[in-house]
């Protein structure tokens, strides 16, 4: 079993709607989540980073994690056309070398 | 924009034939990584540094090689090029140290080089 299990998509929205990508892990060492936004024939761009539990908000964007049920979250509001594009997590623990990504899920914003 | 650049974008090579990948940054980053993704498929670390002179193997290292002579240029070499090598791949660098919280993570990714192997 991964370690870091994303929800596998693809997903398809209309433009304006709030979008909910999900990530559950194994690993309790995990100290620090990521979401990355991936276009086509791109690399991944770093879009949130959380340290521990909590919530953290950045624009449209808000990254939840919930340590105790290992699962974390990335909510987009408004969604547009232009969020289109794979989402990946990733994680990793205190003093490691690397993280562990998820496989990512492709997200669709229609207008 | 990220300061961190890979070439080529793409390569088509032989099988049997000798390739290095090259990977640029010009943020003085300390630690890069080169990571190979396939389609739909999670990333996987094949080779890591925390600074010159550093390297470590994860866990697709056994067919390729990595230096770090210099804090800018990570280069991947593959020796002998195979079809299952076939893949895209990727470099990222991040500080060592800084506040931002970006030394724990794979903060910058170059666009990638896909390769294709004959």
């Known amino acids: 079993q991964k370690e870091v299990e994303q929800d596998p998509g693809p997903l398809s929205v209309p433009e304006g709607a709030i979008v909910s990508l999900n990530c559950t892990y194994s690993n309790s060492a995990f100290q620090y989540f990521m979401w990355y936004r991936q276009y086509s024939r791109k690399g991944p761009e770093l879009l949130m980073y959380t340290y521990s539990s909590g919530n953290k908000e950045d624009g449209r964007f808000t990254a939840q994690v919930d340590k105790s049920s290992k699962y974390i979250s990335l909510f987009i509001r408004d969604s547009q056309p232009s969020d289109s594009a794979t989402y990946l997590c990733a994680m990793r623990g205190t003093n490691a070398g690397k993280s562990t990504f998820g496989d990512g899920t492709t997200l669709t914003v229609k207008p | 924009e990220a300061d961190i650049y890979q070439t080529p974008r793409y390569l088509v090579i032989g099988t049997g034939k000798k390739i290095t990948l090259e990977c640029s940054q010009t943020?003085?980053?300390?630690?890069m990584y080169w990571y190979q993704q396939d389609p739909g498929m999670e990333l996987h670390l094949i080779h890591y540094s925390y600074g010159v002179n550093s390297t470590e193997k994860g866990d697709l290292s056994s067919e390729s090689t990595v230096s770090r002579i210099r804090t800018e240029h990570f280069p991947l070499t593959l020796e002998s090029a195979r079809p299952s090598h076939t893949s895209q791949y990727l470099c990222?660098?991040?500080?060592?140290?800084?506040?931002?919280?970006?030394?724990?993570?794979?903060?910058?990714f170059g666009q990638g080089t896909r390769l294709t192997v004959v």
């Open positions: 990222a660098s991040s500080p060592r140290t800084g506040g931002a919280g970006f030394e724990n993570t794979e903060a910058f």
């Open positions: 943020m003085g980053h300390d630690k």
